[in-house]
């Protein structure tokens, strides 16, 4: 048949065919827009050859005008699927702001091509009737059914997922107790990157069944948790200024929503911490923990504090048949109480003064012993001298007075862990028990009470128990 129809209308049709083609080919290699519509260009220049063949031809062969109803019917459809690609991508997508996934696009492309065709077979051939064709078919249907339900079951649950939209392109998502981020929707399977790099091809009917977690939505904020124990012996107020001035190093937590601390619980050999932070983006989830616990180990390294070992350890009470050295001496050197001030809130968060013989100001002014950048109180606030066994606060009329647990006072005896109120600044007595010499190897001991007997396995040990 083709051998009859006149050459020269072969002739254009082909070489309009190749012309367009090379056209497209060095558009494509200049313009990116020309690249993201490419498949209904080629198919356009399809039609307009085959538009170009059937018009020389059919001045021959009469037939030969169906080819030009057909090609219009293609460049009809090609131009539709450009007003697609110009309403997902330009509309929706672009002013919209709404990331549509790529299986829609798709489905509604395929399904413009599929009416184009049917449109063209019926204008070509009008005597063509699709009714007997699809029920002649209707077993065939039927077996291609049964045959294809995991892929039709993919699809359709792909469709679900387009629309219902439980998480978009690039969103980090936690499926099946993996964590990865999507990179693609296909009419089949979603396609997700791994930490590791790895892509992570699940069907959506698997993924339609179970349980998804969506770290992006509603915002891309996340929480991140680090758990450290600290000894005994610490006190928590210590602990959580130094796990807040830690987390305040590393460059991805945010400033706002702030860091805190909570006290998990009393464990068997250390109180358990946990700090909370919250970072941009879960992706960076385990660069910010590693930063975190290893700013925490400085911090704790240069405040003394110790992250013990999960042991048991046995202490024995003092009793008075307690055995002695031969020479009647005592083993150990006897026992000191010195005090310290650390300021827990205010403009000097973290810092501290030890507390010994001498007397110790506390003020604005740069001749203090302790210094606080607090505008509410006088250059010497207050003084605490030493005053047999015990430590007493002497207020110096300063601004807004001296309030211990809440009370007004000039003169007062301080007791462990109480509170100080200076202006906007909250300072916490400690007494620390040590015994005299060398540096003792455990460290030192925070009592709670001085005056009365220690309780049994908690931080208030008398220092010489826990230094068994």
Known sequence: MIGSLPSTALSAGLGTLAVLVLLLLWLQRRFAVVRQIGVPLYVAAFGSALGV??????????GAADAVIFAFVLVSVAGLHVLTIYLFDGVIRGAGGVRMPP??????????????????????YEDLSLGPLLATSAVTSLVLGLALQPILGNFFAGLVIGFERPFRLNDWVEIGGRQARVVDITWRATHLRTRDNDNLIIPNARIAEQEITNYYYPHTLHLERVRVGVHYRTPPYRVTEALLRAARQVDLVLDRPAPDVYVREFGDSAIEYELRVWIDDIADQPRVGSECRRRIWEVFGAEGIVIPFPIRTLEIEETSNRLRVSSGEERRAPLRRRGWLFVEDGPGRGLSVALDEEPVTVGRGGECDLVLPDPLISKQQLRIERVGDRFQLVDLEGRQGTRVAGQAVERHSLSAFERIEIGDSRLVFELVTEREGPAPTVGVVYDAEPVAPPPAGGAGHDAEDANE
């Open 53 to 62: 063949f059937g018009g020389l031809a059919s001045a021959v062969r009469p």
């Open 103 to 124: 299986l829609i696009p798709r489905v509604v492309t395929a399904l413009l091509y599929l009416v184009g065709f049917v449109v063209a077979l019926r204008q070509v």
